[in-house]
DNA sequence: TTGAGTGCAAATCATTTGCACGAAA
DNA sequence: TTTCGTGCAAATGATTTGCACTCAA
């Protein structure tokens, strides 16, 4: 029993073929998918049916829906992925994850200063990677 | 001659009557608006006029993107406002501006650290305001 | 005057809805 | 068995494109 089972069943809901299928897709990737990507790795499972699923799995707290660049991206929720952010290099489009206290310290800070409760945010950061930086594309040679 | 004038002419672009309606309406509001809002505030303007104004405001720096809740929503860049996030309360769904240096410094110890530039953030919040934790619905009592 | 911008019509693409059938529990 | 979930068809809504006309510079 996965950790999605389990998570379906004390949600009362079925799992069934579309739903394990949509959720190995946001697993196995390690950038946010679009719509159109999910559909990629599910040729078989009708548009409508993606739709429907998605808006479950965000509604249950499976998957949450980032904006990076242009269009709504999906991504598995911290419930099964650690709890990071996103950094999109607009030279070479590639996303790299950002995980650092500093923002959630600054959220703390923040709504004890304004006297709210913050329950969910967005952070998403857009520039030059160190690669793209130093001009050098084979990024294999540095690390990664 | 305004800004907005000014910051057409250096860009060799021209400056008529939708446009100068567009950006007085983002101008006007004191959230951002959606594609929607903008429409309701310029109704003789032909939507496609609207989809085009903004592509083309947002490619040259005068509108910015941002997404709350689910829609995109158009706001003026730091140019024609002064830099802020927004505060969306869940409840009453009223949004407020935050503008805290804490976030852009923590971005500053982030992009140092991972070595990147960063040129553009989002960073939105979510959850309960001041007035709806203390169940008062008459805000104008407290202060705002 | 003249090319950038606009509006109209229509195409295209994204998302939602209704309904009958299939399959998890 | 009995709902819940799926797929299909089709509606609706959002966004884009082509083209002829208008108007800011």
Redesign the interface.
């Known amino acids: 029993m996965t950790d999605f089972d389990a998570h379906m069943h004390t949600l009362k809901l079925r799992v069934t073929n579309p739903r394990k299928t949509i959720f190995e897709a946001l697993s196995d990737a390690s950038e946010p998918l679009s719509i159109g990507d999910i559909q990629k790795h599910c040729r078989d499972i009708d548009r409508v049916t993606l739709y429907r699923t998605l808006e479950m799995f965000t509604k249950n707290n499976i998957v949450k829906i980032i904006?990076i660049g242009?269009k709504k991206q999906y991504e598995l929720t911290d419930l099964f992925q650690p709890h990071h952010h996103h950094?999109r290099?607009?030279t070479c489009q590639d996303i790299?994850h950002?995980s650092?206290s500093?923002?959630e310290?600054?959220?703390d800070?923040?709504?004890i200063?304004?006297?709210?409760?913050?329950?969910?945010?967005?952070?998403?950061?857009?520039?030059?990677?160190?690669y793209c930086?130093t001009g050098n594309t084979n990024r294999e040679l540095l690390n990664k």
Chains 1, 2 share one sequence.
Do not use: N
């Open positions: 904006h242009w950094f290099c607009t790299s950002v650092d500093e923002v310290e600054a959220i800070t923040i709504s200063r304004h006297g709210f409760t913050v329950t969910s945010h967005q952070f998403e950061l857009e520039g030059t990677c160190r930086l």
